[in-house]
Structure formats: C-alpha cells, structure tokens
C-alpha cells in the first residue's frame, strides 16, 4: 500500500491523458497516486489501525526495540531526509535518539500532512531545525542549506512504499537517493518481509472494507475531478498475492459489462474485467540485497521487529568501506 500523495495533482488535461492512457492500456492500469486525495488520506490512516494491517505495527515495535543502536549506526550530527513523511509518527521514534541531529527535511506532496506533521514535531522537538519541502520526492531535489554542516545525511524511506515501484523503477529511485545522499550519506529504508499468504493477503482485505472503500475512492475522485460516470456499486476491490513474483496486486474489478465516459472516450469495461492499481512487493533479505546492488548500494545493517514480519535497512555506496 502506497504513501505516495497527490493532493498537488497535475492539471486536469495532463490528468485525463494520464487517466486515459492507462484505460486504453491492456491490460488496463492506473497509478497508485490516485489513491490520495483528502479521503484517500484518511482511509489510508484508517486502514493502518485495522487488526489485519501488521505493517504499521510491525515497523513501530522495530523501532520500539532497535531504535538506539539504529541511531549509534547512523552516528551523530546527522541531517535525516525524510521521503513521504506523511503524519511522520514513526519519525519521532527516531529522532528521539538521533545525536545532535542538524535538520528534519520532511518531503511531502500533501500540504496538510505536512502541516500537522511539523506543528507536532516543533511540539516535541522545539530545537530541532525543520526545513520542509511540499513535492513529489520521485523528481529531482534540490535540498535546502542546512542550517550548519551535517556529519552525513541520511535518507529516510519509512514503510514500505519502496515495495509499491516495479523493480526497475526501485532501482531507479535507489539510485536517486544514492546522488543525494551524498558520498558518505546512507538510506534507512523500510521493506516488508516474505510471509505466509494468509497473513498478507488479509492486511490487504480487511474484515471491516475499509481497503475496499480506499480502492473504490480512486473512482469517486475520477468521477468529481474529471467528469466521469463510474458507477462505484459496479465495481469491486480484489487483492491477491501473487507467491511467484512475491507482490500483493490489486485490481478493481468490472461484476458487469459497462461503458465508463472518460473525457471524450467511452471506455468498455467487460464483466469481470480487471484494472490493476497497485503492487505491493513482499522481498527476502536476498531480495532487497540484491535490489539494492542493482542501484549501486550495499546492505550494512537489517533490523527486523520481533516477530519478523518488517525490516529497516542500512545502506551506503557500495564502494563504501
């Protein structure tokens, strides 16, 4: 499940090209930012206290039982870059033990997540510099001034959005973070473990549909921000996890034959028809180390909650001593 966030959209004719492109597509695809409009933001945070979603969970009780040694690694004067900071409450766990940290860069495309995250933080942390940047953190950074010169920066990936890219485009990204990081900087990133089917698939379908409503909303904001007629009690949310490539996708699903208005198209969407809107990669440890060397970067430290379902790693240049 992804925390990418669109609430600064692109215009609405390079939104309906984006939009049209993909149902035009076989089979049909939309992106997963679509997901994040204002109501897809609280689902989402919905979604994250349901008893099936064990990711959030995981990640925080990792941090509950690693969080000193993760900051005595990462070292002292650290300027922490955070990737999608969101409500940035796992943030907190870590700052909490992070020497003389330089600055919190949170970057988030969502204004008011932003907004809540940085009165909450200067609550907490009222000597810690905040340098916030509101943008899409797939697409060049320029990173402000640091307020003096950090011992290295490290570039903070929490949950396990890193899962929601292909593999191509998670190398790509990795090697994104490589550039500004800088030579002796390092990614901490969350990356969701390999684990039984039902366990994984019922984070994805939750007893109470609140995934389901978060699915569906995508069409609702479709319908409000570019005309069109999906008729939500059409359709229907499915998540399955596909064991041989070792990713939850998630599709939304035509129960009858029926032409949607797009634009000026007229799209048919046959009975049963699926539309895929997200994955969600699962990695083993061989997984996510060879990912990561595909971008140029080396695994130095995993630390996974005690139940082993979640992971935080520690990566730097490969070149790296």
């Known amino acids: 499940m992804s925390a990418l966030r669109d609430e600064q959209r ?20 939309l992106p997963s930012w679509l997901f994040y409009d204002e109501k897809g933001s609280e689902l989402f945070e919905q979604i994250c206290e349901q008893p099936e979603y064990y990711l959030t ?31 940035a409450i796992k943030t907190r766990l870590l700052l909490e033990h992070l020497q003389t940290p330089v600055s919190w860069v949170p970057i988030e495309i969502s204004s008011e997540p932003l907004r809540i995250s940085m009165h909450n933080m200067e609550q907490v942390f009222p000597q810690l510099p905040i340098q916030p940047l509101s943008t899409d953190f797939t697409r060049p950074l320029r990173l402000p001034v640091p307020p003096r010169m950090p011992g290295r920066t490290v570039i903070y990936f929490p949950g396990s959005t890193i899962g929601n890219f292909e593999e191509r485009d998670a190398a790509q990204l990795l090697r994104k973070m490589r550039g500004e990081m800088g030579d002796n900087g390092g990614i ?15 984070a994805y379908n939750d007893a109470a549909g609140v995934t389901a409503a978060f699915t569906l909303n995508m069409l609702t904001r479709l319908n409000r921000e570019l005309g069109c007629n999906f008729e939500l009690s059409g359709f229907r949310h499915r998540a399955h996890y596909n064991a041989m490539i070792g990713r939850i996708e998630t599709h939304i699903l035509s129960k009858r034959e029926q032409r949607v208005r797009v634009g000026r198209m007229q799209v048919l969407f046959r009975e049963d028809e699926a539309m895929q809107v997200e994955y969600s990669c699962k990695y083993s440890l061989e997984d996510f180390a060879e990912l990561a060397a595909s971008a140029g970067l080396a695994v130095q430290h995993v630390w996974t909650d005690p139940e082993g379902l979640f992971s935080l790693q520690h990566l730097t240049r490969a070149s790296a001593k």
Request: aromatic share 2%; no cysteine; net charge positive.
């Open 10 to 29: 692109p215009p609405d004719n390079e939104l309906l090209q984006v939009v049209q492109r993909g149902l035009r597509a076989q089979p049909k695809r």
């Open 57 to 87: 969970r995981a990640e925080i009780a990792l941090l509950r039982e690693h969080a000193t040694d993760i900051a005595n690694v990462l070292g002292p004067d650290v300027r922490l870059v955070e990737y999608g900071s969101g409500h």
């Open 188 to 202: 901490l990133v969350g990356a969701d473990l390999k684990k039984d089917k039902k366990v994984i698939e019922a």
